[in-house]
């Protein structure tokens, strides 16, 4: 399996960006979708969710800016981000989360797009 990211860039404080993960297999396969990213010298934190059923989750830094949503159609997962602060600066990774039984959970990552915020 494999997602690839894709988006980033390089953007002022208040702009926006879309990014967009495309998985190798249909996403419907994966209970889960996300959005993680990481800053230098931060842990890897949840950006946003999406299950298979549509369920959102929202890390609390980012919730009333950014958008999740997914089009099984084409494989992908989106991420809309409004209102960008230099705070948001950070590798942002695509995540698929696959539950096969008790004690069977998989994660899958994409390689990383970079979001670069300028003050």
């Known amino acids: 399996v494999q997602l690839q990211a894709f988006g980033g860039g390089l953007v002022q404080a208040g702009g926006s960006l879309r990014l967009s993960c495309v998985a190798s297999q249909t996403i419907s396969r994966f209970n889960r979708m996300g959005w993680y990213r990481q800053a230098p010298g931060k842990q890897r934190e949840l950006v946003a969710s999406i299950s298979l059923g549509g369920t959102t989750n929202y890390g609390d830094s980012v919730k009333g800016r950014f958008t999740i949503s997914r089009d099984n159609a084409k494989n992908s997962v989106y991420l809309q981000m409004y209102s960008l602060t230099p705070d948001d600066t950070a590798v942002y990774y695509c995540?698929?989360?696959?539950?096969?039984?008790?004690?069977?959970?998989?994660?899958?990552w994409g390689q990383g797009t970079v979001v670069t915020v300028s003050s």
């Open positions: 995540n698929g989360v696959k539950e096969l039984g008790p004690l069977k959970t998989y994660n899958f």
